[in-house]
């Protein structure tokens, strides 16, 4: 590994011990993701606590989450909710889906959350049938190619104010050039054409080092 990512572990190490700690369900919600042969690509736990934050400043109480994995970015969403709250969660695998219902029932959290497999665009649409929405927060961390089609359906299952946060959208620098052959980042830059055109969306994004490497976050509010 590169000097200048063993100094980003480092970095990020001293800030988790101090701000963002593991906790038994944290940590087995990680250890039971990898001993089930789930690629280990969660949040940072010091990414989780960003995303608990925002949840709590933005008093969400119904969340909606695109990409489940092993549930440990659903944790550190859930985790700030209030009791009545409601976090919907989709994921295309059910092997995905069933280390996730198991780390979330782990963790005291299956009352809250609601774990659907099935391709998100098939699940969207079903829960806008629902009326699921209006959600206060969504995060979007699934299949890049589809994100511009993530943030049309989170606007549409939004409300004015909801908060949209959207992973990986730097992925090594790779979005500020045309990749025709890479269909991720050509996702993420229709993305982000998109939101620049889109005058119900209010955005910024940053790019982030850390142990996740060399990446960034969108985040964008809906209008009033
Ligand atoms: N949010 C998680 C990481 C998600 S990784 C965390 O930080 O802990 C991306 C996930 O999106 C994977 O589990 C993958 O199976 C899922 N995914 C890929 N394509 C999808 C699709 N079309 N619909 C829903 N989920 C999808
Ligand atoms: C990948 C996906 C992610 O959501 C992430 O945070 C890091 C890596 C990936 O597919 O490689
Ligand atoms: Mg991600």
Redesign the pocket.
Known sequence: MSNEQDQWNAVDAYFTELLAPGDEALDAALAASTAAGLPE???APNQGKLLSLLVRAQGARNVL??????G??TIWLARALPADGRLTT????AA?ADVARANLAHAGLDKLVDVRTG???DTLPLLAEEGAGPFDFVFV???KV?NPHYVTWALKLSRPGTLIVVDNVVRGGRVATPHPDDPAVTGTRAMFDLIAQEPRLDATAFQTVGSKGYDGLLIARVTD
Do not use: C, M, Q, W
């Not at 989709?90 to 695998?93: R, T």
């Open positions: 690509i969660a949040v989450e695109i990409g489940t994995l092993g440990y970015s989709l994921e295309y695998s995905h391709a998100a665009l961390d699934a299949d589809n």
